[in-house]
Structure formats: C-alpha cells, structure tokens
C-alpha cells in the first residue's frame, strides 16, 4: 500500500481513548500523514493534550463540542470534510464507534477506504446508531473490535459475512519499566479508569477499612462526576477517607507513570452487564497494569482468572466479599518478594506479547491485501 493519509475519525476526545493516540503514534512513526478530527474532554479544555509529530489534530470547541446535538454534528461533519479535503479521496478512514460511523457517512467526499473501529460492545440494536449500522456497515472495508468475543457478538449484530478483525486494547510497548517513586512511604492499591460501581469501586472502599494501616487505596479517573461524589462520600462514610485517594483524570503518559508508582492494581468489573462479562481483551488497564509491573487484583470474568492467575501475575477474588479483598491486599503488603515476582512476570508478559504493537500490524497488513 502506497503511503496515504489516516483519517481517525474520533468524536469522543482523544484524550480519553488512548488506543486511538497509539493508532496515531503508529501510523505516523511508519511515515504516513495523519488526521485526527476530535473533541475536548471537558468544558474548559481548548485544545487536547495529545500531540505527536506528523499527527494534525482538529477538535471541536467546547462551543461546539457540548452544544445542542444538531448544531454538535453540524461542527464535527464541517471539520471532517476539511480534514478530508486535505488528505484527498485516497486516505484511509478509521471511524470509532457507531457514532463515528454515523458522522462519517453524512460528510460529503468520502475516503476511498473506510474502518469502522468498535472501542465497545453494540448493546441496544433498536437505538438509533445501532440500528444503522446494519445497513450502513456494507460501505466500510474493514470493521475493527477489541477481542474476540466483542468480534462474535458483533457479527452476529450486524449480519456481518466474516468476523471482524481483532486488534486488542493494548498500551504502546516499553522496553524497561517505569521507574517508582520513593517520594510515597506507603503501600499503595492503585485503579485507574472510568470511576463507578461498574467498576465495584464502592466494595473496594467499604475494603479498606480492614487493610494494614499504611496500606492506601488510589484511584485514577474522572472525579467531577456526581458518581465520583457518591464514591468520595462513601469514603468518607465508613471512616476511611485519609486512606482512599482520588487523584483526578491525568493524561496518558502521566496516568502511566502514577500507576507505575504504586504496589499493587486492582481491577474488577460487574458481570450483570454484558459489557463487562465479555470485557477481557478490551478492558486495556488491566494491560496497563502489566506495562507498569504490578501484580493485579481480578475477578472471575470470562478469561481474566486465565490471563491473570494462569501466568502468575495476581489474584482472583471468588465473589465481592469486601473481607476477602482485605485478606488479599494484606498478604501482598506483607510479601514484597511476591509482589516483585510477579509484577516481573507481568512486565515480561507486556513487553513480548500484551502491546499495541504486537497486534496494529494486523491492520497494515489487511490494508496492504485489499484493492
């Protein structure tokens, strides 16, 4: 494939999706030029803080971007069209997520070559994007999920003639961890992600009250949220709120380099929501613990028992007993050699398997083989 423009259509802000900056990063290292057409991730933000040599980036303003939906659409379809203006009709086109696809197919002067990228899993067939989709699917050359399972569902929703490619939501690879800070004198737990009880965030904090006492609990995410509230007030609630940090959504690199900072991760997930029962592949912090070399907390999620207990990397709690995730952090707090065996394990794990890299060849490749 001749080198043409990218296109990544991605009217959720870059900056809150980190597979599209790796996308971006990729794509520009291997000497192709790329557009990005986005928006900020708060009110007050003017311009995102992702940048990257060869990556133009156009994003709406906060105007626009958290307006009315009609005169919203009407903004992102006007910068869309001057992206594709710049990169002529032979760039290739990455939409995100049905409300990409739908942005995409309302922009005159369509790419030559479109992807629908799917970050989550179609979950309502009668909404309106969703409903689309079925029809509109057949002008895109390629459609793109997280895992296989996503691939399967997503397949079966869209009546689609072959499986989607799989490209799954892996950090950008490194080639030696990052250093820790020594500036804490704590154990610390650490999360990072979307904050709510989705997440069973609130079963972590009614936790803490029973962990050693220098043992912290850190979260990374969106904390203005009236959810966030919820879970700060809980803190405060069961008397553990000078033990349980909300740190606030931090960039990247930052979120990386604070993880990395900490002991131990945790992730857990809701299995009464289909989204988090097929959430293995596409749930990337538990990849990002792995980059930071942390050993990690699961659940009993299809497939997370086998990745995290099946390569030494952590634990699994058998159900969402606040004592029993007290008696797991307790054993890891008083057992460092485990703890920097097995976040080894997990590091080496990231470096040779679980990154970005390994898997958006997949993508050059299917490029290189279509017309």
Not at 28 to 43: C, D, F, K, M, W
Not at 81 to 106: K, N, Q, W
Not at 200 to 212: C, E, G, H, Q
Request: a positive charge.
């Amino acid at each position: 494939m001749r080198k043409t423009s990218f296109i990544l259509v991605s009217p959720g802000p870059i900056d809150g999706y980190p597979p599209v900056q790796y996308q971006a990063r990729l794509l520009a290292a291997a000497g192709y030029a790329v557009e990005i057409v986005t928006s900020p991730l708060t009110h007050e933000q003017k311009a995102p803080l992702f940048s990257c040599t060869g990556v133009r980036v156009t994003c709406l303003a906060p105007s626009q971007a958290f307006s009315s939906r009609v005169k919203r659409n009407v903004s992102y379809v006007r910068a869309l069209l001057g992206a594709r203006m710049r990169a002529g009709r032979e760039a290739t086109e990455i939409c995100y997520d049905p409300i990409g696809v739908f942005l995409s197919d309302f922009t005159p002067f369509k790419s030559r070559r479109r992807i629908a990228h799917f970050h989550e899993l179609l979950q309502d067939p009668q909404s309106f994007l969703e409903k689309r989709l079925r029809q509109a699917v057949g002008g895109y050359q390629l459609v793109v999920v997280p895992d296989e399972v996503r691939a399967k569902h997503t397949a079966v929703n869209l009546d689609l003639r072959e499986l989607p490619l799989v490209i799954e939501n892996y950090p950008l690879r490194t080639q030696r961890p990052l250093e820790r800070s020594t500036l804490l004198k704590r154990f610390e737990v650490v999360y990072c992600g979307s904050l709510g009880f989705n997440q069973k965030l609130d079963m972590v904090i009614r936790s803490v009250r029973n962990w050693p006492l220098d043992a912290h609990f850190v979260m990374i995410g969106n904390d203005n949220l009236p959810v966030a509230k919820a879970l700060q007030n809980l803190a405060s609630e069961q008397g553990v709120a000078d033990k349980v940090h909300f740190v606030g959504w931090m960039e990247t690199a930052a979120a990386e380099k604070r993880v990395a900072s900490a002991d131990l991760a945790v992730a857990l997930l809701d299995d009464s929501f289909e989204q988090w029962r097929t959430a293995l592949g596409a749930s990337n912090k538990r990849f990002q613990y792995m980059k930071a070399g942390l050993p990690q907390i699961g659940d009993q999620n299809p497939g997370v028992s086998q990745l995290i207990e099946g390569n030494g990397i952590g634990t699994c709690l058998k159900g969402d007993d606040p004592a029993e995730l007290a008696g797991v952090v307790t054993g890891y707090m008083r057992d460092s050699v485990r703890c920097q065996a097995e976040g080894a394990r997990a590091f080496e794990l990231h470096k040779k398997v679980f990154n970005y890299e390994a898997v958006f060849d997949r993508l050059l490749v299917r490029l290189e083989e279509m017309p």
